[in-house]
T-cell receptor, first 113, second 112 residues
Framework: KAGVTQTPRYLIKTRGQQVTLSCSPI?????VSWYQQTPGQGLQFLFE???????NKGNFPGRFSGRQFSNSRSEMNVSTLELGDSALYLC????????????FGSGTRLTVV | SQKIEQNSEALNIQEGKTATLTCNYT??????LQWYRQDPGRGPVFLLL???NEKEKRKERLKVTFDTTLKQSLFHITASQPADSATYLC???????????WGAGTKLIIKP
């Protein structure tokens, strides 16, 4: 079966711009989580959507937002980009609860210049 | 305060030996604990999950133990190979809201 698809793979943006990242989960999975990872840092949880509702939220400013569509695809938006937003953004797809592992996409490498 | 800890320093193991990684946590009561492998520039890959009422889980050369009294999980790779070199992450899954709490990961280096 197809894995988790994240687009685009690489992105370069200028400070102050906004960006939208996309994630298509594994068919049948209703949970989509987003993470930020910077060099030397662990996974920083952004938010999780389940059946179009935000179920959990991490400690990120309001510039980071997301949504999930009825087909479970999810988008993440970052407005007013800052240099510190440069990171690998990962999306993880899962079924209900945590009784099964999550499948991650390859990520989107965002560089803010 | 609540926290989850993994060995912050890299773990160097000779090929063929057993590698043991530790995940300790405080002030959590997880329903499950998961282990992932991450290679540089890639997303984590799920390896094993163990439930709170399970003591041990095995998958090929991998073994995970879970001690809810000690609040500790051990992850073992037997007959280690250079291809096992990667960063290994543990994650707690909270039963209340299914949120994952991640450790920072331990870098494992298997030397030929």
């Amino acid at each position: 079966k197809a894995g988790v698809t994240q687009t685009p793979r690489y992105l370069i943006k200028t400070r102050g711009q906004q960006v939208t990242l996309s994630c298509s989960p594994i068919s049948g999975h209703r949970s989509v989580s987003w993470y930020q990872q910077t060099p030397g840092q662990g996974l920083q949880f952004l938010f999780e959507y389940f059946s179009e509702t935000q179920r959990n939220k991490g400690n990120f400013p309001g510039r980071f937002s997301g949504r999930q569509f009825s087909n479970s695809r999810s988008e993440m938006n970052v407005s007013t980009l800052e240099l510190g937003d440069s990171a690998l953004y990962l999306c993880a797809s899962g079924s209900t609860g945590g009784a099964y592992g999550y499948t991650f996409g390859s990520g989107t490498r965002l560089t803010v210049v | 305060s609540q926290k989850i800890e993994q060995n912050s320093e890299a773990l160097n193991i000779q090929e063929g030996k057993t590698a043991t990684l530790t995940c300790n946590y405080t002030n959590y009561s997880p329903a499950y604990l998961q282990w992932y492998r991450q290679d540089p520039g890639r997303g984590p890959v799920f390896l094993l999950l163990i439930r709170e009422n399970e003591k041990e889980k095995r998958k090929e050369r991998l073994k995970v133990t879970f001690d809810t009294t000690l609040k500790q999980s051990l992850f073992h790779i037997t007959a280690s190979q250079p291809a096992d070199s990667a960063t290994y992450l543990c994650a707690l899954v909270m039963d209340s809201n299914y949120q994952l709490i991640w450790g920072a990961g331990t870098k494992l280096i298997i030397k030929p």
